[in-house]
T-cell receptor, first 114, second 114 residues
Framework: GNSVTQMEGPVTLSEEAFLTINCTYT??????LFWYVQYPGEGLQLLLK?????DKGSNKGFEATYRKETTSFHLEKGSVQVSDSAVYFC?????????????FGKGTKLTVNP | GAVVSQHPSWVICKSGTSVKIECRSL??????MFWYRQFPKQSLMLMAT?????????EQGVEKDKFLINHASLTLSTLTVTSAHPEDSSFYIC??????????FGPGTRLTVL
């Protein structure tokens, strides 16, 4: 079955540090890939997505590239801010998108210190 | 952007009572809604998938008689936790989607059963 594996946290960084959160997946066919962010006490917000191989999703300085050859979708940001402190979830769905259930990784908690 | 609301945002109830949580898509029609449960410091666990006008599809291990899901219209789904017990205390999150589009998440409902 489909599954997502992401690096276990927590991750603690200083402000302006470089961030990488690894995510790999197992799926048949060509799933859509997502990164969601959850701020304390809130629901999930879509951070970025990619729907086909070599697509790069980007938003708010975060980037992730859909790598089919390595089945990966690593999240990166060049310079993190305190406001980026949150839990980040990697997820996949089958290509129909909205009507297909999402399979989530376990989440990675990021804390950014001033 | 698309907005999904949940009501209530938090609820405290006594053991043995039933609690209803509403999930509404405010500015689009959702063909499918999903209900998730999130334990502290853990990932989201999909409980069930509901399509408007049909019975919900429950994930393995989720008691359908305990977690009643009704998808009455294209903008409203409800989750009723029947005869709630302390172990049902959790953060419940819904999402709504359309074919080929992304899912949009509600802000979540914190349930505490005393």
């Amino acid at each position: 079955g489909n599954s997502v594996t992401q690096m276990e946290g927590p991750v603690t960084l200083s402000e302006e540090a470089f961030l990488t959160i690894n995510c790999t997946y197992t799926a048949t066919g060509y799933p859509s890939l997502f990164w969601y962010v959850q701020y304390p006490g809130e629901g999930l917000q879509l951070l970025l997505k990619a729907t086909k191989a070599d697509d790069k999703g980007s938003n708010k300085g975060f980037e992730a590239t859909y790598r089919k050859e390595t089945t990966s979708f690593h999240l990166e940001k060049g310079s993190v801010q305190v406001s980026d402190s949150a839990v980040y979830f990697c997820a996949l769905s089958r290509p129909r998108g909205g009507s297909e259930k999402l399979v989530f990784g376990k989440g990675t908690k990021l804390t950014v210190n001033p | 952007g698309a907005v999904v609301s949940q009501h209530p945002s938090w609820v405290i109830c006594k053991s043995g009572t039933s609690v209803k949580i509403e999930c509404r898509s405010l500015d689009f029609q959702a063909t499918t809604m999903f209900w998730y449960r999130q334990f502290p410091k853990q990932s989201l666990m999909l409980m069930a998938t509901s399509n408007e006008g049909s019975k919900a599809t429950y994930e393995q291990g989720v008691e359908k008689d305990k977690f009643l899901i009704n998808h009455a219209s294209l903008t409203l789904s409800t989750l009723t936790v029947t005869s709630a017990h302390p172990e049902d205390s959790s953060f419940y999150i819904c999402s709504a989607g359309q074919d080929f589009n992304e899912q949009f998440f509600g802000p979540g409902t914190r349930l505490t059963v005393l």
